[in-house]
């Protein structure tokens, strides 16, 4: 069962069609399923390649431009790189962690805001993880 996406002319939406058979799909006879419109443009799906934890940890480590600048101890490499690392493992980051992305990338050294944040550098066991350390 092939499912085509759609431009629909009629509400403006980018929509998803599902066809029972293939030659339901060749006749191209389909409705959009918001408004039932007619007027469709079939587009280009997007494909997406699903990747393990593991495959996608190692891709970033293989990116050096993601790399650059964290061992110049660069404020913003650092707050980019850890970003790109919630994207990529699914994990939000908190209202406390985006201050400090935030503050890093505005520039300010990692010791300076763990001196103005005592909490933030606090692990989940009460134990000092220290930005510094990062």
Same mark, same amino acid.
């Given at each position: 069962m092939p499912i085509y996406e759609y431009f629909c002319f009629d509400c403006k939406k980018r929509v998803s069609v599902l066809f029972?058979? $293939? #030659? *339901?799909?060749?006749?191209?006879? %389909?409705?959009?399923p918001d408004c039932a419109g007619q007027r469709l443009r079939r587009? !280009?799906?997007r494909l997406r390649v699903l990747r393990?934890?593991?495959?996608?940890?190692?891709? $970033? #480590? *293989?990116?050096?431009?993601?790399? %650059?600048?964290?061992?110049?101890e660069?404020?913003?490499?650092?707050?980019?790189? !850890?970003r790109k690392m919630s994207?990529?493992?699914?994990?939000?980051?908190?209202?406390e962690m985006n201050e400090v992305m935030d503050r890093l990338d505005s520039?300010?050294?990692?010791e300076s805001i763990e001196s103005s944040?005592?909490?933030?550098?606090?692990?989940?066991?009460?134990?000092?993880s220290g930005l510094g350390e990062l």
């Open positions: 029972r058979t $293939m #030659a *339901e799909a060749d006749a191209g006879a %389909s409705a959009c587009l !280009m799906s393990s934890e593991e495959n996608r940890i190692e891709s $970033m #480590a *293989e990116d050096s431009s993601l790399l %650059s600048g964290l061992e110049q660069v404020p913003r490499a650092l707050a980019h790189f !850890m994207d990529e493992t699914g994990e939000p980051l908190d209202d520039g300010e050294s990692p944040m005592p909490e933030a550098g606090e692990g989940d066991d009460g134990g000092a």
